[in-house]
């Protein structure tokens, strides 16, 4: 099982960037799909999650900002982010749960203010 992450980088406040998370060995449209962020010297926190049916959750700090999307046909997970602040500056994971738990490597979303 693998789960690769990409799309992070080095964008303004107020920039957008979306990530994607392309899974391989499972069967994708029967996970539910989260992203997971990590600043530095803080937990791991929730940011998103979108069960196989395509319902959706958020963190209150990024509702309305970000959109989590999924594509069962690529096996990838997509997190839209707009109007980014330096708050959302992390390490952003992926994650896909059924009855076993699988993680991605992590991508760096550095927001400059």
């Known amino acids: 099982v693998q789960l690769q992450a990409s799309g992070g980088g080095l964008v303004q406040a107020g920039g957008s960037l979306r990530l994607s998370c392309t899974a391989s060995g499972i069967i994708f449209s029967i996970y539910t799909m989260r992203w997971y962020r990590q600043a530095p010297g803080k937990q791991r926190e929730l940011v998103a999650a979108i069960a196989r049916g395509g319902t959706t959750d958020y963190l209150d700090s990024v509702k309305g900002r970000f959109t989590i999307s999924r594509d069962n046909a690529k096996n990838t997970v997509y997190l839209q982010m707009n109007r980014l602040n330096a708050e959302d500056t992390a390490v952003y994971y992926c994650?896909?749960?059924?009855?076993?738990?699988?993680w991605g490597q992590g991508t760096l979303v550095t927001v400059s203010s």
């Open positions: 994650n896909a749960h059924y009855t076993y738990i699988y």
